[in-house]
């Protein structure tokens, strides 16, 4: 019986997260109501305030699980080591985007905080390999923040652009330039690595 009503509750939650991401083609996320929402996801109202407050509520659900799972396999990238993990990251990050392409391009277009969660949380964990290849004494943290917001925001931009034009590039060989792009500049003076 559990497991039943588990399910009925993630196609519920689905079906909300699908319809926000079809009406936000054609509309703000501040210009969605609840009573639009509804109608086109078939669901009654009473079902989304069963397990929301309001939309920024069901909008931080959404970021919230998608962050939750890009940060999952932290661990078993570090212990990867450099440069492997990066690759490891880009695909993971780059397999969770796709296959919730609709939300994720949703967020990317429209919410802020998704991508600045998302680069915070990957900051310190390239920070770790930056500093270990060219050593702490060679490392400013304020420039390499400063250099990392560059890379990060490269990265969404690339990502937004490939969500909107997938024709364009198959998913391997996007996972292949950003793991060449981000690789080169973390190591900014050997361009030969590995």
């Known amino acids: 019986m559990a497991t039943k009503e588990y399910s009925c509750v993630k196609r519920t939650k689905?079906?909300?997260e699908n319809s926000l991401a079809a009406l936000s083609k054609d509309r703000p996320l501040n210009k969605i109501t609840v009573k639009m929402l509804c109608e086109h996801a078939q669901l009654s109202r009473n079902a989304f305030y069963f397990h929301y407050k309001d939309i920024n509520d069901l909008i931080s659900?959404?970021?919230d699980g998608i962050v939750n799972a890009a940060l999952s396999n932290f661990d078993s990238f570090r212990e990867m080591g450099f440069p492997k993990n990066v690759r490891?990251?880009?695909?993971?990050?780059?397999?969770?985007i796709d296959s919730r392409r609709e939300v994720c391009g949703m967020l990317l277009d429209h919410s802020d905080t998704f991508t600045e969660r998302l680069?915070?949380?990957?900051c310190d964990f390239n920070y770790q390999y930056y500093e270990e290849y060219h050593g702490k004494e060679n490392?400013?943290?304020?420039a390499f923040d400063f250099f990392y917001m560059f890379i990060s925001n490269g990265f969404y931009g690339l990502l937004k652009y490939w969500l909107d034009n997938p024709d364009k590039m198959s998913k391997s060989e996007?996972?292949?330039l950003?793991?060449?792009l981000i690789k080169r500049l973390l190591v900014q003076n050997n361009p030969d690595i590995n």
């Open 119 to 122: 680069s915070n949380a990957f």
């Open 139 to 142: 490392v400013n943290r304020a």
């Open 61 to 63: 659900e959404i970021e």
């Open 14 to 16: 689905s079906a909300f």
């Open 88 to 96: 490891a990251m880009i695909v993971s990050l780059i397999e969770l």
């Open 178 to 180: 950003t793991y060449v």
């Open 174 to 176: 996007l996972i292949g």
